[in-house]
């Protein structure tokens, strides 16, 4: 990965969860290019087949991405992918799938590749998935 950033004490983790970790989120800015050049991929060691909602944490700093794409792993290989405001939100979990539920939820992707112009920032914080 290139060009990744830290923010130390901030997003989910070093704020609200002291029973996690790391301490930290990470960002990059947003890119033009298919397939993007910074990724990250959170996986779920434990899908269960129970419907479930997903929401990502957005941080209040060095998230002002308006087209984050997240895609949702789900029911096997079925893919949802949910485009977040990132200015919308501010220290907040935001939905992916607006009030959708999934079965057997086995990872969540996110990219930098927005397209978006000017260039944004994007935030890799943390994920949460609810039976």
């Known amino acids: 990965a290139s060009s990744w ?3 130390f004490g901030e997003g989910y983790c070093g704020k609200y969860g002291i029973w996690c970790g790391p301490k930290h989120f990470q960002w990059t800015y947003t890119t ?3 397939g993007g050049v910074n990724k990250a991929r ?8 129970y419907p479930s909602k997903v929401y990502a944490f957005v941080p209040r700093r060095n998230a002002t991405s308006g087209l984050a794409p997240y895609t949702v792993v789900y029911n096997g290989l079925s893919r949802r992918t949910a485009t977040v405001n ?3 939100y501010y220290d907040a979990w935001a939905p ?7 079965r057997l939820v086995s990872a969540i992707d996110l990219t930098d ?4 112009s000017p260039a944004g920032k994007i ?7 609810e039976n």
Not at 42 to 49: A, E, V
Request: no cysteine.
């Open 123 to 129: 935030a890799f914080d943390e994920i949460k998935i």
């Open 86 to 88: 990132k200015m919308a």
């Open 42 to 49: 959170w996986t779920n060691p434990y899908p269960t087949d």
């Open 96 to 102: 992916l799938g607006w009030g959708e539920t999934f």
């Open 32 to 34: 033009r290019t298919f």
């Open 113 to 116: 590749s927005t397209f978006e």
């Open 5 to 7: 950033w830290y923010d």
